[in-house]
């Protein structure tokens, strides 16, 4: 087939194109140099009479390639996976009717693990809370059912995480501090309003139009009055990113298990409040996550014995980063305060957003 005849065909078939959020209608242009357009065509006398032939209609965006999701009573197309994980799975989404684009998190529980479900409403709520700050993802809106545990929310789309940012780009000290600052920011926000967010990890932020902005409250917890931990009943979180603290409870309800394992009342009981954690956790995250920023991997990530050397071993500081720079003396020492092995030793997101490297 000739180019011309292939891309007439191109045009003629798919006249809508997806550009800058939006659905545009290509339009036909006539450039200096092109012939002009044929005359209009004289109609014919009909020799019988009928009635008149409606004019065609005009293809419409439903005949996008693409499946369709109904949320709240909107149409919207599956334009792409972003990725999964678990229970859920998030797309890349468009509003048929806005030519928006969204990231809708689609979260469909079978009855064995229905009792997780409610982790998600909570990450819901927390959501609700926390939405008008600018360093937590915007939910737009959300479709629930709890009879079938099903669950939609629709967020504004990043254009990348951060986690797939460090992988691609090796950043130096300017751009450290910048992501690192509003990392803390974000966690400040949640500690003020009592809630840890357990999981922080470069894969749990995302960069919104140049923004940093926290996302992911799945297993976030707000801290009850009176209290300033939260209980868990299973270790949560990634295995990179986990508090010593959490660890050493994990370690030490194993051996008391086995200890007491004839009395199972009592040992249920204990195994109800198997660890607590809280917001030091989120700090020890946070220093994690500088420190892979700086040295491009977490300080165990190559251990043989993970678990035992988070707990443990003393975290190891090279004078140089991946790049080859060395390390400022307030870069260090950030990392150092996070790092600490005992929870009451490290600082506050408060205090880390007074710290020399964050104020130079």
Not at 27 to 33: G, K, L, M, W
Not at 117 to 126: A, G, H, I, K, R
Not at 157 to 170: E, F, P, Q, R, V
Not at 268 to 288: C, M, N, S
């Amino acid at each position: 087939m000739p180019v011309t005849s292939a891309i007439k065909r191109r045009s003629e078939e798919h006249p809508f194109i997806v550009n800058n959020n939006k659905i545009l209608k290509q339009e036909h242009r006539h450039y200096p140099n092109s012939p002009p357009p044929p005359p209009p065509r004289t109609p014919q006398p009909s020799t019988s009479v009928s009635s008149p032939t409606p004019s065609p209609t005009p293809p419409s965006i439903t005949e996008s390639p693409w499946d369709t999701i109904t949320i709240c009573g909107k149409l919207y197309y599956q334009v792409h996976l972003i990725k999964t994980g678990g229970s859920s799975r998030v797309y890349k989404v468009l509003c048929k009717e806005t030519g928006s684009i969204f990231a809708m998190k689609d979260i469909q529980m079978g009855r064995i693990d229905a009792s997780k479900f409610d982790s998600y409403v909570e990450e819901v709520t927390l959501l609700q809370q926390l939405q008008g700050n600018g360093c937590v993802i915007r939910l737009h809106d959300f479709e629930m059912d709890k009879r079938t545990l099903k669950l939609r929310m629709l967020f504004e789309y990043g254009d990348t995480d951060l986690a797939s940012y460090i992988h691609k780009n090796k950043l130096d000290v300017y751009d450290i501090r910048h992501f690192w600052r509003k990392m803390v920011e974000a966690t400040r926000l949640l500690h003020a309003r009592k809630i840890v967010h357990s999981d922080l990890k470069p894969g749990n932020f995302v960069i919104v139009r140049g923004k940093v902005k926290i996302i992911d409250f799945g297993i976030a917890k707000a801290i009850s009055d009176g209290t300033v931990n939260i209980k868990r009943q299973t270790i949560n979180g990634t295995p990179n990113y986990i508090a010593p603290e959490a660890l050493s409870d994990l370690f030490e309800c194993n051996q008391h298990r086995f200890m007491r394992e004839e009395d199972e009342d009592e040992d249920d009981e204990f195994k109800r409040e198997l660890y607590k954690v809280g917001p030091p956790a989120d700090i020890w995250a946070l220093g994690i996550i500088l420190y892979q920023m700086v040295y491009g991997n977490t300080p165990f990530h190559n251990h043989p014995n993970k678990d035992n050397a988070i707990r443990n071993e003393p975290v190891n500081f090279p004078p140089k980063s991946r790049n080859g720079e060395h390390i400022p003396p307030e870069l260090e020492n950030a990392m150092e305060w996070c790092l600490k092995k005992e929870a009451k030793d490290r600082p506050t997101a408060e205090q880390l957003l007074r710290h020399q490297f964050l104020r130079s």
